[in-house]
């Protein structure tokens, strides 16, 4: 495969000077997504009938949350540097960034949202019930391989959003400060990562899940990924997630060497559905395996691929196929270019806000190398990197 490349950006310096040069070197995009994704949220089915006001309070109610615990400190900073440096209203950045969570609260009665906020929101939704930007939000699909007498030790995602994402993806190489270690991860223009792999070998992914349990409180999930990539270990990883929720339900998938927690996490309780060293597989797309869990997704709406998705990778690393592979480009042909084994990759569509694959990473851990991808994998536009 040919490799045609895509934007990255390295980054150096204090949470602040990181978050002024993201901003100022990215800011036609950054300002780009934030129409978009803004916007999106004010006409997409979720939020609609909310309003725009709604929207507003969720979004700065979430800066409130950076800005007033003190171990936060760090997000709140970066996040201070990218509005100066990208120029765009705070309140419209937040809601970007923490777009799924928004997106969630419109599963939540108006009324119980003004009591989590504490206090009354003027209402200006609409109740057209006309074709959204939402219909369909696609998904994500993440894996977990290891077959120690193949020396197979692999991990990987995929990374669905809206079409119109696709030109904001962006790399992010980011020098560790005082002995944390060096991070890159795959993102959007104006997002801390989205999921990632460090210099200690720690990778965290990440599946979005509809959900009715929401916390206006809990910390917006993109700061909850980029300090968990900070973090030295896997088990201090999984400590920092179980000790900070996020604000709706997201798949966890921490992967170090021959070993992965994952973790389904809503924003008022955890439960870890895999824990396990050395050999065997885990996969996870946009449902919630936990029974418990799956109580709190809307009836009616979870992603239109999630369990074709899930039974493809089911039937594929089921089979044990993976074990027999002696190299990550091997594996990325089996499960992310033959779409009717793995159902991970989905192309542009059609309708200008439809789900696609913006991107994903493919990262083999034993030889620490890993892929960066934008778009479908099978359009060639990737970084390779070692770590």
Not at 15 to 27: C, F, H, N, Q, S
Not at 78 to 92: M, T
Not at 231 to 237: D, F, G, I, S, V
Request: charged share 20%; glycine share 12%; proline share 5%.
């Amino acid at each position: 495969m040919t490799a045609v490349s895509f934007p990255s950006i390295h980054l150096t310096g204090s949470p602040r000077d990181m978050g002024r040069a993201y901003g100022e070197t990215l800011r036609a995009g950054i300002q780009g997504i934030v129409d978009i994704r803004y916007h999106a949220l004010l006409v997409g089915d979720f939020l609609k009938a909310h309003g725009e006001p709604m929207v507003r309070a969720l979004a700065e109610r979430q800066i409130l949350v950076l800005e007033r615990n003190e171990a936060y400190r760090d997000a709140h900073e970066l996040f201070l540097g990218i509005v100066e440096g990208a120029d765009v209203p705070p309140h419209q950045l937040m809601a970007m960034q923490n777009y799924t969570d928004l997106r969630d609260a419109g599963f939540v009665a108006y009324e119980d949202l003004e009591r989590m906020l504490g206090r009354s929101v003027p209402r200006q939704g609409s109740t057209d019930s006309s074709a959204s930007a939402d219909r369909d939000a696609g998904g994500c699909s993440a894996w977990r391989v290891c077959h120690s007498a193949g020396e197979v030790d692999l991990a990987g995602q995929t990374w669905d959003m809206h079409a119109t994402a696709l030109d904001y993806v962006v790399l992010l190489h980011i020098r560790g400060e005082g002995g944390l270690p060096d991070r890159h991860a795959l993102t959007i223009m104006g997002c801390p990562p989205l999921c990632g792999v460090t210099s200690a070998g720690l990778m965290v992914m990440i599946n979005n899940v509809f959900s009715k349990q929401v916390n206006v409180d809990g910390l917006p999930w993109p700061y909850l990924v980029d300090t968990m990539l900070k973090q030295p270990t896997l088990e201090a990883a999984r400590a920092y997630l179980q000790g900070h929720l996020p604000m709706s339900t997201h798949n966890y998938m921490l992967v170090g060497r021959q070993r992965v927690f994952n973790i389904e996490a809503t924003g008022s309780e955890w439960v870890e559905t895999h824990n396990i060293a050395g050999d065997g597989e885990v996969f996870h797309t946009n449902h919630c395996l936990n029974p418990g869990l799956a109580e709190t997704m809307p009836s009616g709406r979870k992603s239109g691929t999630t369990y074709a998705r899930f039974s493809a990778l089911e039937g594929y690393l089921g089979e044990g196929r993976y074990q027999g592979i002696v190299s990550q480009a091997q594996f990325a042909e089996d499960v992310l270019l033959d779409g009717g084994r793995a159902c991970v990759n989905v192309p542009r569509p059609e309708a200008l806000h439809g789900p696609m694959t913006c991107g994903g990473l493919d990262v083999d851990l034993k030889r620490r190398e890993a892929r960066f991808f934008r778009g479908p994998y099978g359009d060639g536009v990737y970084q390779d990197l070692t770590f």
